[in-house]
């Protein structure tokens, strides 16, 4: 293996690691924000300041975001590390497996 190879395919692992990472990063992100969406509708809707109209607006949003995280954010999340975790193992795996 000549040089120039050599130096593709560290560029390509490198590559690769670092779309783990920012699928990790955006897994754990999503997941964060999905979560901090509903702790945040649940804390407003335990203030005593809230009118009749409100309190149901913010019931609705809270039942939607607690919908779309179990519906949306959490199968994301999951697909997002999967992957994060497919593309981080890689590397090593397979250098483990060449020897």
């Known amino acids: 293996m000549n040089h120039q190879e050599g130096k593709n395919k560290n560029c390509?692992?490198?590559?690769?690691?670092?779309?783990?990472?920012?699928?990790?990063?955006?897994?754990?992100?999503?997941?964060?924000?999905?979560?901090?969406?509903?702790?945040?509708r649940e804390h407003v809707l335990n203030s005593a300041d809230l009118s009749l109209s409100e309190m149901w607006n913010y019931e609705g949003s809270l039942a939607w975001w607690t919908n779309a995280c179990v519906t949306l954010f959490l199968p994301l999340t999951s697909v997002f590390i999967t992957f994060a975790g497919i593309f981080l193992v890689s590397k090593p795996l397979m250098r483990l497996l060449r020897t």
């Open 12 to 40: 390509v692992h490198k590559y690769v690691s670092l779309k783990g990472i920012l699928l990790l990063i955006c897994g754990v992100c999503l997941l964060w924000y999905s979560v901090v969406a509903i702790q945040q």
